[in-house]
T-cell receptor, first 114, second 115 residues
């Protein structure tokens, strides 16, 4: 069975500062990895995904994530955040070869203040 | 525009009164699923469907039913809602197939309150 751990439930940061949201996963097989973002009162939107190939993945809104197989991690980063990045971020994992059953972490609330 | 549509967006009901939350997608996706989102618990899968007439339990199926009579629709049914089913519900769909199709598309959510 696969699982996802998001180590921080809440990350406060000032505008224009860099941020890293941490995600670790466990799985007995190879995985696909995802980051989704949920803005207030909205559904989830895909930020980026790792399927294979380059371990550095770039997504929308200036976010990127790095897959580290040895550390079983997929941390999300942004070099300079904006107020509009305030949202909840979910890391998710699924197994290749089948249907896209996603297992989510518990989420990290990113709070950007001026 | 590709989308997953849930209705209603908000619902307040009383304990024991049967309700249905509808979900429809226009992307011809085979796979659809329902999640509930609760503070501190993230998203947990309730039921999923791999195709028409094929459904299976997720992690928290108790108290819920689903049906998949048509490819585009996947309603969530609460036969006898209870207060512990107060939650934010999301429907999602995705396509079976290659790596490019592994993204899940989510509806806007249904906030259900059971009193």
């Amino acid at each position: 069975a696969q699982s996802v751990t998001q180590l921080d439930s809440q990350v406060p940061v000032f505008e224009e500062a860099p941020v890293e949201l941490r995600c670790n996963y466990s799985s007995s097989v190879s995985v696909y990895l995802f980051w989704y973002v949920q803005y207030p009162n909205q559904g989830l939107q895909l930020l980026l995904k790792y399927l294979s190939g380059s371990t550095l993945v770039k997504g929308i809104n200036g976010f990127e994530a790095e897959f580290n197989k040895s550390q079983t991690s997929f941390h999300l980063r942004k070099p300079s955040v904006h107020i509009s990045d305030t949202a909840e971020y979910f890391c998710a994992v699924s197994e290749p070869g089948g249907y896209s059953t996603l297992t989510f972490g518990k989420g990290t609330m990113l709070l950007v203040s001026p | 525009e590709a989308q997953v549509t849930q209705n209603p967006r908000y619902l307040i009901t009383v304990t024991g009164k049967k309700l249905t939350v509808t979900c429809s997608q226009n992307m011809n996706h085979e796979y659809m699923s329902w999640y509930r989102q609760d503070p501190g618990l993230g998203l947990r899968q309730i039921y999923y469907s791999m195709n028409v007439e094929v459904t299976d339990k997720g992690d928290v199926p108790e108290g819920y039913k689903v049906s998949r009579k048509e490819k585009r629709n996947f309603p969530l049914i609460l036969e006898s809602p209870s207060p512990n089913q107060t939650s934010l519900y999301f429907c999602a769909s995705s396509s079976r197939g290659g790596q490019a199709n592994t993204e899940a598309f989510f509806g806007q959510g249904t906030r259900l309150t059971v009193v």
